[in-house]
């Protein structure tokens, strides 16, 4: 599960383990707050006499939780990829052990500090919760500082969320610029950075431009370099990376991204000579995309496991340590503790032992997908798993299919569980799973983390390899699965190509082995349908034995995972003929008095 993070010194597990559970609450994006969230933070308190605080995106996702003393809380500092003319995006919900809900100095100071979109106070008595009360930033005075706009106490149940979303609205528009004021979701301006070894006349970037878009981020500009590889030391020759620096300047840029995962030293020495300015590698892009876009228990430990794997060899150049961050009743807040080689290898520790935590979580769940499987196995039912380049189209074909409503976006890794819809094929039923997508350079301890999911690959009976037929960089991006496929153990499995978004198609050289649709306008389904059935027909003898009286157990199952086409009960045996897997063949035959 997510870490709950500050002081929990002397708490019982069970305690904790009841907070964990808040980052699970499901809090609709309309609502600013649920009774249910209010109730677990203030029975935290109430059992503790310690601060509990939750912090809230906008998307309704609890970012963090925290818990403290009465006068603060930490808490890893969150990115914040909003300019300091915006607001952060974060809301902060957190209870005062004193039953008060009034905003201290503390909490107006953080909300001005961070630029939070609001800060609540839940005043806790007796465990309960008895109000919340809000602030949100006014407007800015002359000397550039905020007053607060104060609203409540409310009953619990009684939240204005509406009101409280409007002036929160409101409030990022005041205290922007006039410069600044463009689009509502307006977020960090990027340049991206890339090496560009084949020298041909195509766009090097275009991939990790839709991959940063993805992840929300304004491309003002892009930098490559002719390399036959990276620098060791600084990724782009030194000459190269002092342009940068005017680039950054001249676009005003607030991140650099760079299209290869970026080792330790070489963030060291790129940070050194951007200055503030925010970096991140490919790798940690991809992560930070899996992260916002994960929405079930198992996505956010097989993303955590990632980031946990990706940032421990990595910390002297990323990690930001615990800061300060407001909530409480008095007392300093908003100052960030010091940092020092003791309290790295203490922090390194503690990441271990969270990695620790989570590969056992992760091999729970993969318990857990094999107790699945066996179900499954045990219905007889051909599974047939979807694979494929990170939007290709198949989720939006599996829609197509199961006429199910799977979430299809036009960004890449929309989808990261997996998900299964029964599909009547006309001779019978297939059990469709639809996966994460692939991507060039895909991070192995992405594909380690998200191998229980992606196992769904190596059990299926049959892939479905689906293809963006329309683009530029088909051949590449089949390569992609391919060596992805091989790395999971499943490349031997049969495969059925599937060239997807053939409505768009600017050319029509395809392979010959392969099925042309559109998952969009139904263009070549019934044929996909009748090509998946004939695949698993393929799959499957036709055999004819005489079986033992008592072997009533076989025939029910060959009745349920073959097709039989007679059985006669005879004094000598039971004489069957089906049409039945290779395995299930093996085993007849095994038992069979004859085979004819």
Same mark, same amino acid.
């Given at each position: ?35 249910? @969230? ?25 970012? $963090? ?140 970037? &275009? ?17 490559? *370099? ?17 342009? !940068? ?41 991809? @992560? ?14 097989? %993303? ?53 935590? @989570? ?100 059990? $299926? ?15 590449? *991006? ?17 495969? !059925?190509?599937?060239?997807? &978004? ?12 392969? %099925? ?10 019934? $044929? ?69």
């Amino acid at each position: 599960m997510p870490t709950v993070h500050g002081n929990t010194t002397g708490i019982r597990q069970t305690h904790i383990e009841r907070l964990e559970s808040v980052y699970d609450m499901e809090i609709d994006r309309k609502q600013f707050c649920t009774a249910e @969230l209010l109730e677990s933070l203030a029975s935290f308190t109430g059992a503790t006499g310690r601060e509990a605080m939750a912090y809230i995106d906008r998307s309704g996702r609890v970012a $963090a939780v925290a818990v403290g003393e009465q006068d603060r809380a930490t808490l890893p500092a969150l990115r914040k990829r909003r300019s300091e003319s915006r607001l952060s995006g974060l809301r902060c919900i957190h209870t005062h052990p004193g039953g008060d809900p009034s905003l201290s100095t503390v909490d107006i100071q953080a909300l001005k500090s961070l630029r939070l979109d609001a800060m609540a106070a839940v005043g806790v008595v007796e465990g309960k919760p008895s109000a919340i009360q809000i602030g949100i930033l006014g407007k800015a005075a002359a000397d550039g500082d905020f007053s607060v706009i104060g609203f409540g106490p409310y009953d619990i149940h009684a939240v204005p969320d509406r009101a409280l979303w409007a002036e929160i609205r409101s409030a990022d528009a005041r205290i922007r610029p006039d410069v600044s004021k463009k689009a509502e979701a307006e977020i960090a301006r990027a340049i991206l950075v890339g090496i560009d070894g084949k020298q041909e006349d195509h766009d090097p970037l &275009k991939e990790l431009s839709q991959l940063a878009d993805t992840a929300g981020f304004i491309t003002v500009g892009s930098v490559t *370099q002719p390399r036959s590889k990276p620098d060791n030391g600084y990724y782009l020759g030194y000459g190269k990376l002092q342009d !940068l620096v005017l680039t950054i300047q001249a676009l005003r840029a607030d991140v650099v991204i760079f299209d290869d995962e970026l080792s330790p030293a070489q963030i060291r020495n790129i940070q050194k000579e951007l200055g503030k300015t925010e970096i991140m590698d490919r790798t940690s892009l991809i @992560l930070d995309i899996f992260s916002n876009r994960a929405s079930t228990h198992e996505g956010r430990l097989q %993303v955590e496991l990632a980031q946990t794997k990706y940032l421990l060899p990595r910390m002297t150049g990323y990690w930001t340590h615990m800061s300060r961050m407001g909530g409480g009743g008095s007392g300093g807040g908003g100052a960030r503790r010091g940092e020092g080689e003791t309290q790295l290898e203490v922090d390194r520790r503690l990441l271990r032992k969270r990695l620790h935590e @989570l590969e056992k979580e992760i091999d729970k769940v993969k318990s857990r997908r094999g107790v699945q499987r066996m179900a499954r196995e045990r219905s007889h039912i051909p599974v047939a798993a979807f694979v494929g380049y990170t939007n290709a189209g198949k989720s939006t074909l599996m829609n197509c299919l199961s006429g199910s409503d799977v979430l299809a976006e036009d960004k890449l890794f929309a989808t990261l569980d997996p998900i299964s819809r029964r599909v009547n094929l006309g001779s019978g039923e297939v059990l469709l799973v639809d996966t994460v997508g692939f991507i060039n350079k895909l991070p192995h301890d992405l594909v380690d983390a998200f191998r229980a999911t992606l196992e769904e690959t190596r059990t $299926a009976d049959l892939l479905l390899h689906v293809v963006d037929a329309s683009s530029g960089n088909r051949a590449l *991006q089949m390569e992609v699965v391919r060596e992805v496929l091989d790395q999971l153990g499943a490349g031997n499995k049969p495969v !059925l190509t599937v060239y997807n &978004k053939c409505d768009i198609l600017s050319d029509t050289i395809l392979e010959k082995d392969g %099925v042309a649709v559109s998952a969009l306008t139904g263009m070549g389904i019934d $044929a996909l349908k009748k090509a998946v059935a004939r695949e698993l027909s393929a799959m499957r003898t036709e055999l004819s034995v005489l079986l033992p009286l008592d072997s009533g157990a076989i025939v029910s199952r060959l009745y349920a995972s073959g097709h039989v086409s007679s059985c006669v009960y005879t004094e000598s045996g039971i004489q069957i003929s089906a049409a039945v897997s290779l395995e299930d063949a093996s085993r007849l035959r095994a038992s069979a008095i004859k085979v004819y």
